[in-house]
T-cell receptor
Framework: GAVVSQHPSRVICKSGTSVKIECRSL??????MFWYRQFPKQSLMLMAT?????????EQGVEKDKFLINHASLTLSTLTVTSAHPEDSSFYIC???????????????FGSGTRLTVV | AQTVTQSQPEMSVQEAETVTLSCTYD???????LFWYKQPPSRQMILVIR??????QNATENRFSVNFQKAAKSFSLKISDSQLGDTAMYFC???????????FGTGTRLTIIP
């Protein structure tokens, strides 16, 4: 249980175009979704936190207008890389928080990632 | 602010041997959660083990166990009887009790040698 399906797994786009990455929670409601970026052989860098029905919270240094996050429903969160450039090429991973609230177990489930290449 | 430090960028060990990955952290919270995640070549993040800071007993999951030293803010992972499938990047991560954000360490690349 608690699976997050992330699509596409790989995408190549031309510089200047936009790309949308989707993360769907298949068997649970994802109140909170996290979006990470990972460069080769490096750790995961948190880009933003999205909560269903509200605006995403971006980490310092992340361009809000370039990385648009939408969390319109409890089962779908999307990341759109707008006007992509080669430096946006990276591996993007979403992760859903499984539980919330004081005293409850805390866990996460991760999408399988999207490798974005901008040419 | 929370920080997680993994001081071993790379490690290798013979199959069937035991290996320990180090992790230290810093947090101002008195209660928190610690995790070890594995990222194999497929790049899918997989939870290896989790420890609640308020529990004194070290967590174990089959061949995986942790040595949690709260006072020293240390959280090492021991892999016993290592297998080829254990080859992966291992990330230590920390989460505060009232904050859902995970803070990751820089990772340790573990290679199991046949």
């Amino acid at each position: 249980g608690a699976v997050v399906s992330q699509h596409p797994s790989r995408v190549i786009c031309k510089s200047g175009t936009s790309v949308k990455i989707e993360c769907r929670s298949l068997d649970f409601q994802a109140t909170t979704m996290f979006w990470y970026r990972q460069f080769p052989k490096q750790s995961l860098m948190l880009m933003a936190t999205s909560n269903e029905g509200s605006k995403a919270t971006y980490e310092q240094g992340v361009e809000k207008d370039k990385f648009l996050i939408n969390h319109a429903s409890l089962t779908l969160s999307t990341l759109t890389v707008t006007s992509a450039h080669p430096e946006d090429s990276s591996f993007y991973i979403c992760s859903a928080s499984l539980f919330a609230g004081q005293g409850k177990d805390y866990g996460y489930t991760f999408g399988s990632g999207t490798r974005l290449t901008v040419v | 602010a929370q920080t997680v430090t993994q001081s071993q960028p790379e490690m290798s060990v013979q199959e069937a041997e035991t290996v320990t990955l180090s992790c230290t952290y810093d947090t101002s919270e008195s209660n928190y959660y610690l995790f070890w995640y594995k990222q194999p070549p497929s790049r899918q993040m997989i939870l290896v083990i989790r420890q609640e800071a308020y529990k004194q007993q070290n967590a174990t999951e089959n061949r995986f166990s942790v040595n949690f030293q709260k006072a020293a803010k240390s959280f090492s992972l021991k892999i016993s009887d290592s297998q080829l499938g254990d080859t992966a990047m291992y990330f230590c991560a920390l989460r505060g009790f009232g904050n859902e954000k995970l803070t990751f360490g820089t990772g340790t690349r573990l290679t199991i040698i046949p």
